[in-house]
Structures are given as C-alpha cells and as structure tokens.
C-alpha cells in the first residue's frame, strides 16, 4: 500500500483523528534571524544534531528555512560569514497548527523534507515536526488510550495495564451511592479538596476534577450509581480510578466517539448523557486505560501530570 | 464584569452567594449540556443555564466557575441553592430567556 492509500486509509477511518499539528510538532526550537551568519546556523546544526533550522523576523515570524544542503552549499562557496538571509530558503512549506495528521503525512510524502515548521495564524512560529515528532505521536496516542477487554487480560495473564499501587492502598477513597444524578459530584468534589490540599496547581486539579465528575457521571448513568472513586497522588502525578459493577461498555471505540451514547432521554433532560463523557475524559487526562466488555465492570484509570501544565 | 453589573444588565435576582460587587467574570458559556460546558469552559467563566439541578453547581465546582445565572424564570430548588452556598458558587436567576440574556450580557462586553 502506498503511503498515498494509507493516508486515505488513515482519514477513511477516522484513525489518530485527535492528533493534529499541534499535538505532534516540537515546542522547543531552534531558530535563527535573517541577520545572523550562516557559520552560527552550522555550529547550532550541528551543536543539536538537527538538520534544518527556521529563520524568523523580530516578531517571531517565519521567514525562511536553512538546510544541511544550503549550508554545504554555503561552505562550498567560502560564504559561511554572509547573513542567513542570503542563503535561506525562502519559499518555506509550512504547516497551521490545527492541520490533521494525514495532511502532515501528505506533506512528508509530497516534498521529501525532513522537517516542516508549524506556524500559526499569522504566520507565527509554533513548532517543528520532524518524521521523529509524527512516530512519537502516534506511539503516544497509543498509550493515551489504551483499552483492553477481558479476553486480551487472559491472554497478557498477570500483565496489567493499571496502576499496580491501587493494590495496597489509596489516598482518598468515595464509594458512589448514587440514585439518578442527584448526588453526582460528591466524589469528584472530595478529590478536588483533597488535591487542593496537596498543594497541586489549580490547572490540573481543574482537569482530574472534570474527568472524575465525568466518570462518576458515567456510573450514575450506565452503572445504577454504585461504584468507588480512588485516587494516588504524589511526585507530581495524579491517579484516579473510577470503577463500578457493570452492565459494562460494549463497544469502547463507539463510546469515545463524541455524540454517541446510549443514555435516555431523561438522563439528558438533566444535562447529560450527550455523548461528551468519555470524550472529555480523553482530551483532560495524559494517560487513559480503559477496562471492560458487555456484561463486565468498567474501570477507568486516569493519570495527570502536573508539570504538562 | 462584577456579578452585579450582570445582576443589573439582566435583571436578575440573586438566589445564592454574596459579596457580587467585588466577583468577577470574564466570559460567560451558555448551554443546558454540562458535558459541553465540561468541554469547553474557563475558569473565569459565567455559566448561563436553564437547567436547575445540582449538576450545575457541582458542574461549575469542578471548573472554578464563579458564577451561575439560571434563565427562563426556573425556580432554583431549595437543595441546589444549599449546595451553591456550601461550594461558594453564586446563583443568579432572570425570567429571560438563554438568547436575550446571552444578548444583553454580549453587548455590555461580556465576550465567549
């Protein structure tokens, strides 16, 4: 299959749809102004193993492009001491910062660069993505949401993919006890307050406190309103898990699809069950395991990192 | 905007929480979706709802919202109104309804 036909596999499925440019690329870059020397691009070159540097203006702007092969040029011709501005590529094939993943690979596969800067409406320098950037991020999103049933448990035996301190003991537990939606919201609360008092920052507090409101939600919802909320926090890292007794997620890749749900009417009245919990629960937490299968109890296990802030 | 320049701009009443002449909000959300308002909301944000139930306290508890006004004249049950009181989060209600109160707040400055 041609990396053409894989692109249009990839968009046909709906396959990394969250992954855009801006997940993907390189916030800490390089960059050059037009009026430094060609000699101070080569040493950063080859100082940061990096094969291409962007020139921006005053304003961060992107302006140009120096490869490895402009450079040798340059060397050839004794210009090493001549401005950036005079040896630059000019004509920069960028990405936006919200550009889809197959319109990234599209671009690798069109112009057989190495590297694409990332700019902003405006024209402003972002980020870098290196073929590097696009396999991390597709091994990362992998593991964000990593879902496994029953059956796959057996097969792994005692490999698991939660977290194995929640065998000992927790920080905080809340067992659910939860008729229709009315004391939704209790657990997460309490997490919020016991975060708080651990001195985490607003932000991700902010997030953990979301996606366990999302969870308990969900429990309420789907589960009857009994479950446990459990969470570990420490060295930075915040762990909550959410688990209830069933009936169990039948289909997870439908469930995280934004919109879909299975809650009735009533439950929507009350402002939920529209499709958005799981959803949620991906685009707030860094790592993400889901559990479960028809019939199963569900676990959610989410992990925060306070330093992504 | 102070919470009680909303109060007058909308006409509202204040149901639950004080001291609205010095808390503040930059932005305001208006949807009867907590999922969406979960989705999408910052922090220093007025949530403009129709819904009554306690969802929408515990629901701008998680985000740090500051403040709520309740549209189309729904009566704020006594259990929601304690539980705004108890998590610091202050309930407003107008009998407008979500378009003009969205309307009158946009064209006094309160952006999305």
């Known amino acids: 299959m041609s990396l053409e036909q894989s692109v249009e596999a990839l968009r046909y499925l709906g396959l990394f749809s969250s992954l855009d440019a801006s997940s993907v690329m390189s916030t800490a870059v390089y960059a050059l102004h037009p009026e430094d020397r060609v000699a101070a691009a080569r040493i950063l070159m080859r100082e940061n193993s990096i094969s291409g540097v962007p020139i921006v203006d005053d304003n961060f702007k992107l302006v140009g492009i120096i490869s490895v092969s402009k450079i040798i040029e340059a060397l050839a011709d004794g210009r090493l001491a001549d401005s ?14 919200h550009d889809s993943l197959e319109t990234i690979l599209s671009c690798f596969q069109r112009f057989k660069f190495g590297r694409f800067p990332v700019v902003e409406e405006g024209g402003k320098l972002v980020g870098m993505i290196t073929d590097t950037d696009v396999l991390s991020a597709i091994v990362r999103s992998f593991y964000s949401v990593y879902v496994h049933d029953q059956k796959r448990m057996m097969t792994l035996g005692s490999f698991s993919a939660l977290s194995k301190e929640f065998e000992n003991s927790a920080d905080l537990v809340y067992d659910m006890s939860c008729a229709g939606l009315k004391n939704a919201g209790e657990g997460s609360a309490r997490l919020k307050a016991f975060l708080q008092g651990k001195g985490f920052s607003e932000a991700v507090i902010r997030r953990a406190s979301v996606c ?3 969870a308990e939600i969900n429990v309420c919802i789907h589960a ?31 469930a995280m699809k934004e919109g879909w749900s299975t809650a009735t009417d009533a439950i929507r009245e009350m402002g939920f069950g529209a499709g958005m919990g799981l959803p949620n629960i991906r685009r707030f937490s860094d790592h993400l395991v889901i559990i479960s299968g028809k019939g199963k109890p569900t676990k959610v296990e989410m992990i925060f990192l306070a330093d992504k802030e | 905007m102070k919470l009680i320049e909303v109060l007058e701009i909308t006409g509202a009443t204040c149901v639950a929480g004080e001291h609205l002449d010095t808390v503040e909000v930059n932005h305001a959300f208006a949807s009867d979706l907590m999922s969406d308002v979960l989705a999408m909301s910052r922090p220093d944000t007025l949530l403009i709802t129709g819904l009554t139930t306690p969802q929408i306290i515990r629901t701008a508890q998680m985000l740090d919202l500051p403040a709520i006004i309740v549209v189309r004249g729904k009566e704020v049950p006594k259990d929601v109104a304690d539980l705004a009181r108890v998590t610091g989060v202050v309930v407003l209600a107008t009998r407008d309804i979500m378009y003009v109160t969205s309307g009158k707040l946009y064209a006094r400055g309160l952006s999305g």
């Open chain 1, 84 to 97: 950036v501005d005079s040896v630059m590529t000019r004509d920069v094939v960028s990405l936006r910062a």
């Open chain 1, 212 to 214: 366990a409101y999302e």
């Open chain 1, 224 to 254: 009857g309103g009994n479950g446990t909320l459990r969470a570990i926090a420490h060295d930075g890292e915040i762990i909550v898990r959410v688990e209830d007794n069933g009936p169990g997620i039948e289909n997870i890749d439908l």
